[in-house]
């Protein structure tokens, strides 16, 4: 353990690359694959790039640098990084907690539903109606809201089957699992992908898929949702704000080039959505093109992208099989090297909070994630619970958090120069007041925008047409009780050993830097359990 243990009790990344691989798995999912596509043909296409890349490099990288900058100097899970800076910031972090282990517990099954249709490309088992297949033989959804007691076997032997292989990653440790899964399976996903696209760029139709997700439409940088739209696929597609990269950077050396490690994550996360979104558009334009009608009548994304249209596509084309395979796999090594990363975020909390070890907390924390999801999940209603608690953390309780952590940081503790300052202490790519300005100014200006904008839509509209008592019970109330939890668990106290070595890494920097604090003095306003 001596090499992988980062001051008593704390695990570490025993190499750079290793931490950058993982970072990458975790940045990369199902989103990069079935949103982006959609996103950048319905807001400009080619023209969309332009916003995209500004919001990278005023938003998403920016970002990046400041929540690595909060684990890297506490050494310690959200809710207690963020402690560190002040008492009061405590729930922030536990909010992050909350909003990760919501999403580990619905994003496994749709893992799940990537290793059914592996096999099921081989067979094309949906036949001639794959939507059809998948809303009713696959899932067997009885069209309800709500919560349902029918299992559907189908979804849930495969579900377990994640859960199984997750949590042996995550029991492993930070280095034996998490670091050694990445170094093998990012690479694979990114070989895998490489292949899939290629295959799409020969098919019949394809330049003209590509010539419609490509096609500037100049005119669409002059309305704000296009911008708001580059700056929401930026912020959502790094895991900036579920804490994953807080507690992944709180696993690092003392001496690690975080800008630098920033930089190479923000850039990959971005280079493999644009192949994305060239392998998906490819493949759409084939499929309109077998249909003889327009790729704007064949656009998907999310769900019905990856479970419908893709079907469709694997039995029209030659070799589909293969390539069905390629895809579904594809998917399988990007959800899980997600999944992976999001469920660390409750396992490192509550192993700060009590005092457990990682791998007990794993067994207790994952344990109970997985009971739950797979309680929830695998039902008949399991797609309607699916649906509301994935738009309502993500448009909300993300956006929400993370305008709360950059108001709290940035404005009210003043902590932007002090963070700036360690970056620059670790790191190769030095910042100054520019870095300041676009997390403090530029940041909270379009997550306000974005935040204030979905409230009114959700507040108006509802969601899907689902009824009022199911938003409530599975969205606005999981939001909320998210919140009310923040708070009371922001109340136990810390153990001694957790608070101690917060203190330790702060005096190690601090030292440093000049200062002479003492290496035993917990956090300000620090309790003892």
Known sequence: MSTATNAPGRQVFVSRTAFILAAIGSAIGLGNIWRFPYVAYSSGGGAFIVPYLIALLTAGIPLLFMVYAIGHRARSSAPLAYRDMHPAAEPI???KVGIATCIGIYYAVIVGW???YTGFSVTRAWGDDPEGFFIGEYLQQNGEAGLSGDFVPGVLIPLIAVWIVCLAILFAGVQAGIARFSKVFVPLLIVLFAALVVRALFLPGALEGLDALFAPDWAALTSPTVWVAAYGQIFFSLSIMFGIMLTYASYLKRKTNLTGSGLVVGFANSGFEMLAGVGVFAALGFMAHTANVGVDEVVSNGVGLAFIAFPTIISEMPG??????LFFLSLIFAGLTSLVSIIQVPI???ADKTGWSER????VVGGLMAIISILIMPTATGLS?????DAFTNNLGIVGVALTAIIAVGWLLVGLPKLRDHLNSVSSFKLGPVWIICVSVVTPIVLGFMLIQQIM?????????????HLLLFGWGLIAALA???YLVSIIPWPRKSLDRVARARAEFEAEAGGAPSPTTAPTGGEEA
Do not use: H, M, N, R
Not at 320 to 325: E, Y
Not at 385 to 389: A, E
Not at 457 to 463: H, L, M, P, S, W
């Open 93 to 95: 972090g536990w909010f």
């Open 320 to 325: 589909g099989a293969i390539f069905g395979v």
């Open 114 to 116: 990537a290793v059914s």
């Open 385 to 389: 619970v699916l649906d509301t608690i």
């Open 457 to 469: 839509v959700y507040a108006q509209e509802g969601y899907e047409g689902y009824p009022t008592w």
């Open 348 to 350: 490192s909390a509550i």
């Open 360 to 363: 007990t907390s794993t067994v």
């Open 484 to 486: 009310y939890l923040s």
